[in-house]
């Protein structure tokens, strides 16, 4: 890293019949020279390649964007990470081996990212499945409900 400063140096010359009051503005440098970027800039050949590169920078807005995930993909990062921040008790598995079970009631497309997902849950294979009524969901360990659906499962949890 270069660091550069700007000394000023006063010169007063004080004569009876004429006054001068001067002001020197030197750059100074750790290096003691010109910057290596204003070196290279001098060079046409570098003007020439960089210039269009950093126009055609400019007219490219992707590369500038992060890309906004979809609706059905937010809730099922939502899913995926409360199942794995989720402390669960070891009765919910029956054994060492069992996998960890999402159940997915009503929304396609959560289903189809969830279990394009190949990742661990609390060291268990990931396991999604499409339900097609709550009673299907008994071997489930967490349930997504749609929200088409949501009225129909409130009913079934009332009666």
């Not at 400019?58 to 906004?68: D, V």
């Given at each position: 890293?270069?660091?550069?400063?700007?000394?000023?140096?006063?010169?007063?010359?004080?004569?009876?019949?004429?006054?001068?009051?001067?002001?020197?503005?030197?750059?100074?440098?750790?290096?003691?020279?010109?910057?290596?970027?204003?070196?290279?800039?001098?060079?046409?050949?570098?003007?020439?390649?960089?210039?269009?590169?950093?126009?055609?920078?400019?007219?490219?807005?992707?590369?500038?964007?992060?890309?906004?995930?979809?609706?059905?993909?937010?809730?099922?990062?939502?899913?995926?990470?409360?199942?794995?921040?989720?402390?669960?008790?070891?009765?919910?598995?029956?054994?060492?081996?069992?996998?960890?079970?999402?159940?997915?009631?009503?929304?396609?497309?959560?289903?189809?990212?969830?279990?394009?997902?190949?990742?661990?849950?609390?060291?268990?294979?990931?396991?999604?499945?499409?339900?097609?009524?709550?009673?299907?969901?008994?071997?489930?360990?967490?349930?997504f409900v749609s929200e088409t659906n949501a009225s129909k499962v409130a009913q079934s949890l009332r009666t």
């Amino acid at each position: 890293m270069r660091v550069e400063s700007n000394e000023v140096i006063t010169v007063n010359h004080s004569q009876p019949e004429r006054r001068v009051d001067c002001a020197i503005v030197r750059r100074c440098s750790r290096a003691g020279g010109m910057s290596a970027l204003r070196h290279i800039w001098r060079w046409p050949a570098f003007r020439l390649v960089i210039f269009p590169l950093f126009v055609w920078g400019l007219q490219q807005p992707a590369l500038a964007q992060p890309r906004i995930p979809s609706e059905p993909e937010l809730k099922a990062r939502l899913v995926y990470q409360f199942a794995l921040l989720t402390e669960w008790p070891s009765a919910a598995f029956q054994t060492t081996n069992t996998n960890f079970v999402i159940g997915v009631l009503g929304d396609q497309e959560v289903f189809e990212i969830l279990n394009a997902a190949t990742n661990l849950l609390q060291n268990r294979n990931l396991y999604v499945t499409n339900l097609m009524d709550l009673q299907s969901a008994e071997s489930c360990h967490l349930i997504f409900v749609s929200e088409t659906n949501a009225s129909k499962v409130a009913q079934s949890l009332r009666t």
